[in-house]
């Protein structure tokens, strides 16, 4: 079974602190992904990566950078925390299939709140 | 860019009633399209997909969906719910040979027994 696990369930942190979310995945995926999830606005994504070190804005990236220096390991940061970035945090990996014909397998969420 | 519509935002059936939940995509080219579902307290996972081929898909649980090209439309169907179906629905869009995928609002589904 594919494996995607975020560090933590639950995150509480004040506004203005650098904050560092971590997600592993075990089936050796070259892309990951980081999506926020708020109500009625379903998964927007923040931030992807096709390779070790490569990155690519999603559609949402104000306010965040990512980190990916080891294949299975892919790490969103938040500069400086601030209440609108209190969300459930999501992270997902898929393997670059044919055409395109992948699935994408999400972690369990971190739900941060920024105080 | 690509962009993807629920247009049921809450639906609350009967267990043994029929569902039919609507997705529209907006991009023209080839797409490859999904449907997610979310259970309480659970990680989204994968309820079925299309690629090529047979428009109509047939996932787990009982789920299927027909991608309509002419009407830009992947609506998730079941016969029959359960109230073990109570979960939040997401249909997703990736196209162009792109490797994003774009997800829509989700729709919750509450089965009441």
């Known amino acids: 079974d594919v494996k995607v696990t975020q560090s933590s369930r639950y995150l509480v942190k004040r506004t203005g602190e650098k904050v560092f979310l971590e997600c592993v995945q075990d089936m050796d995926h070259e892309n990951m992904f980081w999506y926020r999830q708020d109500p009625g606005l379903g998964l927007r994504l923040i931030y992807f990566s096709y390779d070790v070190k490569m990155k690519e804005k999603g559609d949402i990236p104000e306010g965040y950078s990512v980190s990916r220096e080891k294949k299975e390991r892919f790490s969103l940061i938040l500069e400086s925390a601030s209440t609108n970035q209190t969300s459930m945090y999501l992270c997902?990996?898929?393997?670059?299939?044919?055409?395109?014909?992948?699935?994408?397998?999400f972690g369990q969420g971190t739900r941060l709140t920024v105080v | 860019a690509q962009s993807v519509s629920q247009h049921n935002h809450h639906v609350i059936l009967s267990e043994a009633a029929s569902l039919e939940l609507g997705c529209n995509y907006s991009?023209?080219?080839?797409?490859?399209l999904f449907w997610y579902v979310q259970y309480p307290g659970q990680h989204l996972q994968l309820l079925l997909k299309?690629?090529?081929?047979?428009?109509l898909v047939k996932g787990i649980k009982g789920f299927e969906a027909e991608f309509i090209k002419s009407k830009f439309s992947f609506n998730l169907r079941k016969p029959s719910v359960q109230w073990s179906d109570t979960a939040e629905y997401f249909c997703a869009v990736n196209s162009g040979g792109y490797q994003k995928v774009t997800f829509g609002t989700g729709t919750k589904l509450q089965v009441i027994p």
């Open positions: 997902a990996s898929s393997p670059v299939g044919t055409h395109m014909n992948t699935e994408a397998f």
């Open positions: 299309y690629f090529s081929g047979d428009p």
């Open positions: 991009y023209g080219g080839t797409v490859n």
